[in-house]
């Protein structure tokens, strides 16, 4: 009996260790195919090809097509490039620096980080808004002290934490059955990691399954959107965004503020005062740190929108070419046209 119990948790700290330090597709499924992803597309790199890093929420994993990004870029500027998109879906200003925190640890550098700032993540009228979706067995242990900066729920995701690591072998059971096979998965566990996307991260939206301005979908993100927008306060989120563009810069990689194109049907849900917070948000920012902002929030159209923020596949690559030729203008224009060296500098 004695020996069965130290076999058991000898297997249950044997897989928290592995998965707190090697295996990040099993603590944190995404996140782990796109580490993985993102390895093999910058050591791939071409000798001082310039590295260009994407994080945001699914807007950006939906709405960037890092290969028509690439292309562009690399006609636009004249030197080889390697583009990845690392959105995640119900991502915001919290998660992008969790997933930088970790990248940079990890010893991942790049020539620029285009940082995605959603609005309503800004705001506290709904402090869940992002830290709800946040399953506290996705997180590692040097995620939770940033989690006390960047939510009001960290005492209940820290709970759920220490928890679920005590008995990883169920915790991260479907994340161990998907990696088997996907076929073996419950109906509950389809969610974990499973998401479709090419080589450089991008998840289109095929019209086919997605129609555009669906009503449904509207209604979903007037639901969860229109309330926050209409009575803007800021909350945690804000200071995330501050913290992440702190932390590109101590780690050498140039950030660049991305908002993204938004519908009109969405754009009509910001009071004045909400849009005049942000606006003034993102100014200060940009001076105090001197980061430069790409505003796209006005350049699509609403047919071209699932939800009317959500572009669909075929809008993707017409706006990733404007994003490309705005990238290169800033990449012209500031020192990281000569921080792209990394490779040849190793």
């Known amino acids: 009996m004695v020996c069965a119990l130290v076999c058991f948790a000898g297997l249950q700290l044997a897989l928290f ?9 099993l603590r944190d ?18 000798p001082g090809a310039m590295r260009v890093l994407l994080v945001g929420s699914s807007r950006t994993f939906n709405g960037v097509d890092a290969a028509a990004f690439e292309r562009q870029l690399q006609a636009a500027y004249g030197r080889p ?3 990845y998109n690392f959105g995640l879906s119900a991502a915001g200003p919290l998660t992008e620096w969790i997933v930088l925190q970790r990248l940079f640890k990890a010893g991942f550098q790049a020539d620029l980080v285009l940082v995605e700032v959603f609005p309503a993540m800004l705001a506290d009228r709904h402090p869940l808004l992002e830290a709800e979706p946040l399953d506290a067995s996705r997180l590692w242990s040097g995620d939770l002290a940033l989690l006390s900066r960047g939510t009001t729920d960290a005492a209940r995701l820290t709970r759920q934490w220490i928890s679920g690591s005590l008995a990883p072998w169920h915790t991260h059971r479907y994340a161990i059955l998907g990696q088997i096979s996907s076929r073996w998965l419950p109906p509950e566990g389809w969610s ?16 086919q399954r997605c129609a555009p301005r669906d009503a449904a979908a509207l209604e979903v993100a007037r639901l969860k959107y229109a309330g926050v927008l209409g009575d803007f306060k800021f909350g945690p989120g804000a200071e995330a965004v501050l913290e992440t563009v702190r932390l590109c810069q101590r780690h050498a990689a140039p950030p660049a503020l991305v908002l993204m194109p938004e519908g009109k049907k969405f754009a009509s849900w910001y009071s ?25 929030r006005r350049w699509m159209r609403e047919s071209q929108f699932f939800d009317s923020h959500h572009l669909l596949s075929s809008a993707a690559g017409e706006f990733s070419k404007r994003l490309a ?17 990394h490779a040849e500098r190793r």
């Open 325 to 341: 030729g705005d990238t290169a203008r800033i990449v012209e224009r500031s020192d990281v046209a000569t921080a792209g060296m």
């Open 29 to 46: 499924p995404l996140y782990g195919r796109k580490f993985h992803q993102l390895r093999r597309r910058f050591e791939g790199a071409s």
């Open 272 to 296: 004045p005062a909400a849009r005049r917070k942000v606006d003034e948000f993102i100014q200060q920012t940009s001076h105090d740190y001197r980061v430069p902002v790409i505003d796209a």
């Open 192 to 207: 974990t990691g499973l998401s479709d996307f090419d080589p450089r991260g991008w998840q289109g939206l095929d019209e």
């Open 81 to 83: 490039a390697v583009v």
């Open 17 to 25: 260790a592995a998965v707190e330090t090697s295996l990040p597709e």
